[in-house]
């Protein structure tokens, strides 16, 4: 059930990756995850992933909506939106229905929206860029 704010009313139960947990190998839950800590590869959700200030993840993440604050290397497919805070940063390609980068946030990669994630179909309506997002050149 969504709010008239378009966020989640489900009481969903989060995974905590705390920080100085490491990781490595395929989480997947139905459920929310923060990663505080380390993950060395991709992380699989229904819902939400959010990577926190002091988290990393090497490897791919998909999810419902993915807000990133600390580092991922790897591509991240968001069937909603992604989010890149002002201390997060992305090194790699990302396929997103909303993409909200705040300032300071780096994000370096290829950027594809307007297509469904999983759909090989390209239905024309996708934007491709590369370039330095923080500095406003695609």
């Given at each position: ?7 989640s009313t ?8 705390s920080?100085?947990?490491?990781i ?8 929310n ?32 909506v993915i807000s ?59 934007k ?11």
């Amino acid at each position: 059930m969504k709010s008239i704010y378009g966020e989640s009313t489900k009481s969903e139960e989060t995974t905590i990756i705390s920080s100085g947990v490491k990781i490595e190998g395929t989480v997947t839950t139905n459920g929310n995850i923060r990663v505080d800590g380390e993950i060395k590869g991709d992380i699989i959700s229904e819902n939400n992933i959010t990577v926190g200030e002091s988290g990393s993840v090497n490897g791919k993440i998909n999810a419902s909506v993915i807000s990133i604050g600390g580092t991922v290397t790897g591509s991240l497919e968001a069937k909603e939106k992604l989010t890149l805070t002002s201390r997060g940063k992305i090194n790699g390609d990302i396929i997103v229905k909303a993409f909200v980068i705040e300032d300071g946030g780096l994000f370096n990669g290829n950027c594809r929206m307007g297509i469904a994630v999983g759909s090989t179909k390209d239905t024309g309506e996708s934007k491709q860029g590369t370039g330095t997002i923080n500095n406003y050149k695609l």
